[in-house]
């Protein structure tokens, strides 16, 4: 080997053992798009999704790049409504130029991967601003890509608020960073992800007065934040809705409307108590703050900022929410690792002995004990792997069939069907639309529910309907005109 060849050879070998931890950090990055890229697709492909959620995305953001801006199906009826009688995700508006490209539910659910990657990357550059240490920076961002609550959220269909969990990070980053036109940016999509996230900006403004000393921009994000809150929650959603948000029916012990809710919590502290502290609530804190080893409580103020989804969630009488399964955690995530960084960087300020790798294997332990005992990876004691190991065999010839479904027919499907026929205005789930339909699709599966099986007795009975087509456990039926 010549000496120059010798040199470069040297040289890059300085700049990889320099650089080692972002080289990791884009391999763990890549891997995890792939994994989860293709087991959403595989889930999608074998029925796995259903109208709720994916398929009530998906038809909002083909209505919206077709000139039906921001429309779907009631999810619970047979009209056409506004989608901002059920939330306020107008990002969904500006994805819809993505159909231009490729007008398939799976664009959300790349879109909703990638987006998530970027969530690890941001992690790793806040924990590099905060600690100056890019190997605790790089463990924290696998501990981001393993983490249960990242995971679930990812896999569970599609959720314009998951996407809230990678733009909360790039805004708190570019805080760090001073950039205060991109920290704008990236609020503002936050905030067009889901209604409350705004009260989250708004947090994110009282950060900016009181720690950051800016306070004009501060002031501004704040009452911009809260005011656009008020008009969502308060009169853009109950007019849409004609009435009252849906949320609220999970907060219902509280009271029917907003300042009911609000009032109750306040004046009965005791009732609030014994519901947070309900065996339910507490596994749940339990499996949000595990993977950290539960330093997030140690910079508890930058916990505050998950207050808004946190609170409602403990509080909600509908299970899920206060389940890591569901989207329902996705801006709480964010909150979880920035206070766990800033832990560590307590830590070491009041007792620097203590060496920073001592917090990387914490973290990573705790991230994996969680990973298995909690996660839907395929190392996981319980995964969710279905998608791999039980793929459904006809699933070529349901799919050609719905192909061969023309977008402007009015279909009534299984739940499991809803994101495959959702490129049209309308698509219900059964029992809904029966008698509106010109099509009614039903796959059954193990999973289907009793209102399916029920349905399918009915019109195999009923003479008003014939089966058109079936394939194994795949059914099409059309009405007889009489």
């Known amino acids: 080997m010549t000496s120059k060849n010798s040199s470069f050879v040297s040289l890059k070998f300085s700049k990889l053992k320099k650089y080692w931890q972002e080289v990791a ?3 763990f990055a890549i891997f995890y798009f792939i994994y989860f890229t293709a087991a959403s697709f595989l889930r999608y492909e074998n029925f796995f999704t259903g109208r709720f959620d994916l398929g009530n995305m998906a038809q909002t953001v083909w209505n919206t790049a077709h000139g039906n801006i921001f ?6 009826g047979v009209e056409e409504i506004s989608r901002l009688s059920i939330h306020s995700d107008f990002i969904l508006i500006l994805l ?22 970027f969530g690890g990357v941001f992690v790793f550059l806040i924990s590099r601003s905060v600690l100056k240490n890019k190997t605790i920076s790089l463990v924290f961002a696998l501990c981001f890509y393993l983490n249960p609550l990242v995971n679930w959220t990812n896999l569970y269909d599609f959720h314009a608020v998951t996407l809230a969990t990678t733009f ?6 570019f805080i760090l960073r001073k950039n205060w036109i991109l920290t704008v940016i990236f609020l503002i999509l ?9 009260i989250i900006n708004a947090l994110f403004g009282l950060y900016l007065i009181f720690f950051q000393k800016q306070k004009f921009l501060g002031f501004f994000i704040f009452t911009i934040s809260f005011f656009i809150f008020y008009i969502l929650f308060w009169v853009a959603i109950p007019n849409a809705a004609q009435g009252q948000h849906f949320a609220l029916s999970f907060l219902s012990e509280y009271g029917g409307t907003p300042h009911e809710v609000i009032k109750s919590i306040i004046l009965n502290p005791l009732m609030v108590i014994n519901t947070v502290f309900a065996p339910d609530r507490v596994e749940y804190l339990r499996q949000l703050f595990l993977p950290l080893g539960f330093l997030s409580f140690i910079a508890f103020p930058f916990l505050v900022f998950s207050t808004p989804d946190l609170s409602i969630n ?6 899920p929410m206060h389940q890591i399964y569901y989207q329902y955690s996705a801006t709480i995530t964010p909150f979880i690792f920035i206070s766990a960084i800033y832990a560590v960087y307590f830590i070491r300020k009041f007792v620097p002995d203590v060496p920073i790798h001592l917090f990387s294997v914490l973290i990573l332990i705790t991230t994996l004990v969680s990973a298995y005992n909690f996660g839907p990876t395929l190392l996981a004691k319980d995964p969710n792997d279905a998608m791999f190991r039980n ?7 349901v799919q050609k ?4 479904v023309p977008p402007d027919l009015k279909i009534s499907s299984s739940n499991n069907l809803g994101a495959h026929l959702s490129h049209r205005r309308y698509i219900y789930v059964l029992p809904e639309g029966i008698n509106e339909a010109d099509k009614i699709l039903i796959l059954m599966r193990p999973s289907s529910n009793q209102k399916e099986k029920d349905v399918l007795n009915f019109l195999l009975e009923n003479r008003q309907f014939e089966l058109e087509y079936s394939l194994e456990n795949f059914y099409v039926f059309k009405r007889i005109i009489p």
């Open 25 to 27: 950090l884009t391999f």
């Open 168 to 173: 909360l990070l790039a805004a708190f980053y």
């Open 71 to 76: 429309r779907l199906t009631d999810p619970n």
């Open 96 to 117: 819809s130029p993505l159909y231009l490209i490729w007008e398939d539910p799976r664009t959300l659910l790349l879109v909703q991967t990638l987006i998530l990657t």
């Open 190 to 198: 936050a905030g067009f992800s889901k209604e409350q996230v705004w």
């Open 401 to 404: 069939y719905i192909d061969s």
């Open 314 to 319: 403990l509080l909600s009488g509908f299970s």
């Open 391 to 397: 793929q459904l065999t006809i699933r070529g010839g």
